[in-house]
């Protein structure tokens, strides 16, 4: 019984949120970005920074309200409330890496 108690409590923190930091960034592709000017990028990469910071910090309070969630009532509240940002922040992460290989590119600062 104890050894079926753990395989639960395995199964339902598998289901949990990641972390932001364990968000692997979606393919973006640069073609997007290539006739933007540097200032244009650059600005572009701010916003997406903002962005960026915003869905993590999402993302990790619903990574700890699933895992509260889970050792108490057993089940993952905030993936099940759709509070996990996942995919969101997934794409913007490749976004961020998409303007970064642009900047570059380009020479431009920063």
């Known amino acids: 019984m104890r050894r079926c108690g753990v395989l639960l409590l395995i199964g339902a923190l598998s289901a949990c ?5 364990k968000v692997l960034p979606s393919p973006v592709p640069t073609a ?4 933007a000017a540097c200032p ?3 600005a572009a990469r701010i916003r997406n920074m903002e962005t960026l910071t915003a869905l993590s ?11 509260i969630g889970v ?17 969101e922040l997934s ?3 490749g976004r961020d890496l998409a303007l970064q290989s ?9």
């Not at 949120?17 to 930091?21: E, M, N, R, S, T």
């Not at 050792?71 to 995919?87: C, N, R, V, Y």
């Open 57 to 67: 910090m999402a993302q990790d309070r619903a990574s700890s309200n699933d895992t």
């Open 17 to 21: 949120a990641k972390g932001a930091d």
């Open 102 to 110: 642009q900047m570059a590119a380009k020479n431009c600062p920063g």
């Open 91 to 93: 794409v913007v992460k």
């Open 71 to 87: 050792i108490f009532i057993g089940l993952p509240l905030a993936s099940m409330t759709g509070a996990d940002k996942e995919a």
């Open 32 to 35: 997007e970005f290539e006739h």
């Open 40 to 42: 244009q990028l650059a």
